[in-house]
Nanobody, 123 residues
Framework: QVQLVESGGGLVQAGGSLRLSCAAS????????MGWFRQAPGKEREFVAD????????YYADSVKGRFTVSRDNAKNMVYLQMNNLNPEDTAVYYC????????????????WGQGTQVTVSS
């Protein structure tokens, strides 16, 4: 398993941008597929995006496709989520997750989870 710590959340106006970061500890970081999830108040946690171990394969939820971009830097043990054109419906706690398989991330299963970072989008 890896330990994950998110950062970069905050308050932003609709139409604005934020970049979330996820720092991972552990020497086997490059072996893991990485994902981003979010949970809005009163709602279940939902999948946002994932990226394969080499960074060449990405997958997005329809709700964020074309606005969010996931990337990783294996040399720095970091994963990023660039969020553009944010709207109030994007308000949620965002979580970073790691698993051996992207297919498991896409159904909400992960071996490791971060503690989350709050993103609030005002109208």
């Amino acid at each position: 398993q890896v330990q994950l710590v998110e950062s970069g959340g905050g308050l932003v106006q609709a139409g604005g941008s934020l970049r979330l970061s996820c720092a991972a500890s552990g020497r086997r970081f490059s072996y893991y597929a990485m994902g981003w999830f979010r949970q809005a108040p009163g709602k279940e946690r939902e999948f946002v995006a994932d990226i394969g171990w080499a960074g060449g394969s990405t997958y997005y939820a329809d709700s964020v496709k074309g606005r969010f971009t996931v990337s990783r830097d294996n040399a720095k043990n970091m994963v990023y989520l660039q969020m553009n054109n944010l709207n109030p419906e994007d308000t949620a706690v965002y979580y970073c997750a790691a698993d051996s398989f992207s297919s498991r991330l896409r159904v909400g299963v992960a071996g490791s989870w971060g503690q989350g970072t709050q993103v609030t989008v005002s109208s």
